[in-house]
């Protein structure tokens, strides 16, 4: 019997995950997570704080989604405050966020937040969207765009990342044999 599409995005998620793990296998030690200038000033650990915060965003509206809440983006400066007070992090689906200013903010709070701490954090985000997509009926997979919008919030932003990370390691690789 042939699979569904939301078995066969699964599938497909899962395996861009895989591959965006074994990367960061390869970067290997601590010391190496949060060494700066992977992309501008930021280490792998800010990489995985900026995925993070994306991935917690998109697992909250999965669960909004699969208890029939509505999610309105941010029109105002007061609401984007409040937003980030009670979840967290940025509201990324308000038109009222610059390219920047969220990422600052992800980088700057999770500075002083242990590398383990943040790989804990991050797992839970990614399970959680995993476990909300395999409850999720395909026809609010359809009706609220989330093939498109998991995507661009999970293996989409590993890819773009994943390009970042494996620059860096060959230029380490290049530096540290001369």
């Known amino acids: 019997m042939p699979k569904t599409q939301k078995e066969i995005f699964l599938a497909r998620l899962l395996h861009e995950r895989d591959k965006f793990e074994q990367l960061l296998n390869r970067v290997g030690y601590t010391r190496r997570m949060t060494l700066k ?46 937003f980030l007070d009670e979840f967290g ?6 038109s009222l966020l610059d390219d920047d200013g969220p990422n600052e903010w992800i980088v700057e709070k999770y500075k002083n937040v242990s590398l383990d701490d943040v790989v804990m954090q991050e797992l839970q985000a990614f399970s959680a969207i995993v476990c909300a997509l395999e409850n999720v009926p395909e026809e609010l ?24 990370i494996k620059r860096w390691l060959h230029s380490n690789t290049t530096y540290n044999r001369r």
């Open 37 to 82: 200038g992977v992309t501008g000033k930021w280490s792998v650990k800010d990489i995985l704080a900026h995925i993070l915060s994306y991935e917690q965003y998109m697992a909250d509206r999965l669960h909004e989604i699969l208890h029939g809440e509505t999610y309105v983006p941010c029109r105002t400066q007061n609401a984007l405050d409040a």
């Open 89 to 94: 992090y940025p509201d990324f689906g308000s």
């Open 141 to 164: 997979m359809v009706r609220h765009n989330l093939y498109d919008r998991v995507s661009n919030n999970t293996f989409f932003h590993y890819r773009e990342h994943t390009a970042e």
